[in-house]
T-cell receptor, first 113, second 113 residues
Framework: GAGVSQTPSNKVTEKGKYVELRCDPISGHTALYWYRQSLGQGPEFLIYFQGTGAADDSGLPNDRFFAVRPEGSVSTLKIQRTERGDSAVYLC???????????FGPGTRLTVL | GEDVEQSLFLSVREGDSSVINCTYTDSSSTYLYWYKQEPGAGLQLLTYIFSNMDMKQDQRLTVLLNKKDKHLSLRIADTQTGDSAIYFCAERGSSGGSYIPTFGRGTSLIVHP
């Protein structure tokens, strides 16, 4: 694809619900990253994939957050039992190789009511 | 842990130069980045500098690095209204093979006629 795409662009949910956020990286990029950006803050790292495996998940805030990348391309970030504090923009990025230039998607704005 | 600090706002007149400053704490930083984020969009890498460099120039952009003081700056010459955006400073170390940058909170650049 031309760039990193993320769906949906906006998601509104109620406290306690489950949500899935999808990221389509640039075709052929082996590394994929998830970040969370709260209002007035810079992106905070959540998890990084190299191929199908999570190379570093140290940024996931708790066990309600989980991400997968089963075929080494598309990734899904899953949030269980959402809380109002989870409201943020979730950014995805990909790079051709680990440590290479990261290309960011436009993000998914998650609002938990 | 690592910390990256930036001032939150900068207002300049169109045609003037803009200077956005950043300080960081990780002395093992290897790569230092400047990203631009326009409303509703993901981050776009503008430029980066290796820690063994003092300066890098790319068209209207000049990056200065003072490694001793852990101070990074981005100068935009002949600032245009299209330069209005949030600018993020980020650093990445090389210890442990980490590929994850740490971002500042961003500086909102406002360009007025």
């Amino acid at each position: 694809g031309a760039g990193v795409s993320q769906t949906p662009s906006n998601k509104v949910t109620e406290k306690g619900k489950y949500v899935e956020l999808r990221c389509d990286p640039i075709s052929g990029h082996t590394a994929l990253y998830w970040y969370r950006q709260s209002l007035g803050q810079g992106p905070e790292f959540l998890i990084y994939f190299q191929g199908t495996g999570a190379a570093d998940d140290s940024g996931l805030p708790n066990d309600r957050f989980f991400a997968v990348r089963p075929e080494g391309s598309v990734s899904t970030l899953k949030i269980q039992r959402t809380e109002r504090g989870d409201s943020a923009v979730y950014l995805c990025a990909s790079s051709a190789i680990a440590g290479g230039e990261q290309f960011f998607g436009p993000g998914t704005r998650l609002t938990v009511l | 842990g690592e910390d990256v600090e930036q001032s939150l706002f900068l207002s300049v007149r169109e045609g003037d130069s803009s200077v956005i400053n950043c300080t960081y704490t990780d002395s093992s930083s290897t790569y230092l980045y400047w990203y631009k984020q326009e409303p509703g969009a993901g981050l776009q890498l503008l430029t980066y500098i290796f820690s063994n460099m003092d300066m890098k120039q790319d068209q209207r952009l000049t990056v200065l690095l003072n490694k001793k003081d852990k101070h990074l700056s981005l100068r935009i010459a002949d600032t245009q209204t299209g330069d209005s955006a949030i600018y993020f400073c980020a650093e990445r170390g090389s210890s442990g093979g980490s590929y994850i940058p740490t971002f500042g909170r961003g500086t909102s650049l406002i360009v007025h006629p």
